[in-house]
DNA sequence: GATGAATGAGTCTTCATTCAT
DNA sequence: CATGAATGAAGACTCATTCAT
C-alpha cells in the first residue's frame, strides 16, 4: 500500500484490509504507522543495496558492472513495490532515511565509484565518472518498476515480458559505452 | 508542494500557505484541490513531451539523441519540481494521465522508436532498441530530479554544479553506447 | 428555492442563479439571508389569511364555507410553492412568525370560530367546532401543494388535471359533513 | 432533530449532542449523515401505512374509515416528530423515498380506493372518490402533528387536551360525510 | 449598481491513536 | 490476541458576509 500511494496516501485501515486483520490489531503489533513504515525500510535497505556490495574488484570490469546491472534489473522486476517504496521515500526529500543517505550509502558508493575509477585509470574500462555511472544503473533498472504504469502503457504489455527486452538493450548498452578502446 | 508530497500528502492549507493565501481564498480560485492539481498536470504535459519531438528524423542520429539526452538533462535540472510532480503520478499509478499515456504519449514514443529503428537498420546507429532507449534517456536524465536528495546526498552536492559532470558522463556515455561499428 | 429546500437548505447563490444575479449583487439589494426570508414571509401572511376574511356572516354558512375551501383550493393550486414556504415555517417551529400566530392570526381565527359557533347555535350548520373545522379546511387544502410530490406520485398526475377531481371531493364533502339535519 | 429542521438544517453535532455522544462517536456508528437518516425513514414507513393497511373490507364501511381516521389521529398524537420527519422528505421532493411513493404506496392506495369504490357503488357509502378521501384522511390527522406549533398557537394548549377535540370533531365530521342517503 | 476578492465559521468526513474488555 | 468504543486533530469544501473598486 506505500509503495502505491505513499505514506500519507495509505491508511492503516488499508494495511489491515489487506492483511486480513482489524485495524486496532495492526497496531497491536506495532506501536505506530511510523513503525510500520519504518520496519519496511530498515528491511529493505540492506537487500536494496547488496547488489551494488557484489561488484567485484577482482573480476572483468566490463563483465562486473554487466552483470552488476542484470541483478539491479532483476530486483526492479521481482520486487517493484519494494522499489517504488524508496522512489516515494526520497521523492518526498527522504526524511526517514536521510542519515542512512549521507552515511553508509554514501560510504558505499564512494568505495565502488574508486573502484570503478581504478579500472578506468587501469585501462579496462572506458573513461566514465563512477558516481554517475551508478546513478544511470540505478535509473535505468529501477525505471521498469517504478514507471512501471507508463511503461506498461507505452508497450502494451500485461505481463513482464518486456523485461527480457530491457534486458537485451542495457546489456548491449551498457556493454558498448563501458568496453574501452 | 505536490512534486515533494503527492496529492495526498498536499494540504490546501500547505498550497495558501506557500501562496500566502489563506485556504479558503485559494479555494475561491479554484474549485477543488483536484482542480488545483489537474491544471498543474495538463499545463506541464505537452512542455514535457516537447524535447522528445524535437528529436530531428533528418539530422545525424547520435548527435540528434545525444542533443534530446541534453536537452532532457537541462529540463531536470531547471524544472526538477515538476519532474517530481509526474513521477508521483505514474507511482501511483497515473490515474489521472492514464489516458494520455495509452494515448497521445504512446502515438509519440512509438513514431520516434520507428526513427530510431530506422537508424538502425541504415548502419547509422548501433543496434538499440528505441523504445527502451527512449526509457533509458527519461530515466537516467529525471534520475537528477527525482531521487535529487539522494544524489545530493551521496555528492554531498549544494548546488547545481554536479549538473556538468552529469552532462559530460551522459554525452560520453550516449556517444559511445550509439556510435555505431 | 426556500419553499423546496427550506431555510438552511437554499444558498444565496442558488437564490442569485435562480434570479440571473450574482450571489453580491443579491446581497446589495438585501441585507442578509435572513432578510430575504423575512420580506418573504412578511409579504405573504396578508395574501395567506385573505380567503378566511373573505367568508361572509352574513351569507348562507353552507355556501360560504364551501366558497371558502374553494378559494383556498385554489390558493394551493396557483401559489404551491407560497404554500410550502409555511409548511416549512411551521415545521420548524415557526420561530420567524411565532408572533404572527399567536397574535393577529390567532385573533382571526378565533373570531372565525365563533362566527361558525352562532352558525351551528342557529340551526344553519351542522354540529362542528370551528377551530377545528377550519384546520380541517386549510389541512385538506394545502394537501395539494405542500404533499404534491406524493399526491403526483399516487395518482400518476403531471398536470393539474387532479385539482378538479380534488374540487369535486371537498365540495361534495363539505357540502354532506357541514349541511345540518 | 431531522424532524424540526430537516436534513440540511441538521447537523450531526446536533444529533450528537442530543444522543450525549461525539460527532466522530456518531459517524462511528453510522457511516454518514445519509445512512442515519436512510435508517430513520426504512424503519419507519412500514409503522406509518399499517393504519391503512387495517381497514377491513369485510367491516362496516363508515366505521372501518372512521376507525381508521382514529388511528391515524393517534398516530399524530404519539409519533409527531416522525409525522414531520416524512412531511419534510415530501416538502423537499421526497429525493429518498421516490420510489416508495410511486411504487408500494401507490399500489396500496390504488387497493383501499377500488375497496372504497365498491363500497360506494354497494351504496353503503356516500359518494366520494377513494383517493382524495383517502388525502383526506392524511392531511387532517397529521395536520395535528405537523402544524403542531401553529396549532397549539391558535388554541393556546400547551398539552395534548386538545387532540380530544380534534377526535370528537373528524368523528363527526366523517361520520356526516361519509354515511350514505 | 455590480463584481472580484477575501475570510470566519461551520459541516461532513477521515484517520491515527487510546482505552477497556 | 482481538475488538468494540471513543476521540482529538486535521482536511476538503460550503457559505454568508464584508470590503474595495
Given at each position: 500500500m506505500f509503495s502505491t500511494h505513499g505514506f500519507r496516501g495509505t491508511s492503516i485501515d488499508q494495511i489491515a484490509a489487506e492483511a486480513g486483520l482489524s485495524k486496532q490489531n495492526v497496531l497491536y503489533y506495532y506501536p505506530s504507522k511510523d513503525a510500520i513504515y519504518a520496519e519496511l525500510m530498515n528491511g529493505l535497505l540492506s537487500v536494496w543495496l547488496d547488489p551494488l556490495r557484489g561488484m567485484d574488484a577482482q573480476g572483468d570490469p566490463v563483465e562486473e558492472i554487466v552483470a552488476y546491472v542484470m541483478r539491479k534489473l532483476e530486483l526492479a522486476r521481482v520486487m517493484p513495490r519494494e522499489s517504488r517504496l524508496f522512489a516515494h521515500e526520497i521523492l518526498q526529500g527522504a526524511p526517514r532515511i536521510a542519515e542512512t543517505i549521507t552515511g553508509p550509502l554514501r560510504e558505499l558508493v564512494d568505495e565502488k565509484a574508486a573502484q570503478i575509477a581504478g579500472w578506468v585509470k587501469a585501462g579496462q574500462?572506458?573513461?566514465?565518472e563512477g558516481h554517475h555511472l551508478i546513478f544511470s544503473i540505478w535509473s535505468t533498472t529501477q525505471h521498469y518498476a517504478d514507471f512501471e504504469v507508463q511503461v506498461r502503457g507505452i508497450l502494451g504489455s500485461e505481463d513482464d515480458a518486456h523485461y527480457a527486452d530491457a534486458a537485451t538493450f542495457l546489456e548491449g548498452f551498457y556493454r558498448r559505452a563501458l568496453t574501452p578502446g
Open positions: 574500462l572506458a573513461p566514465v
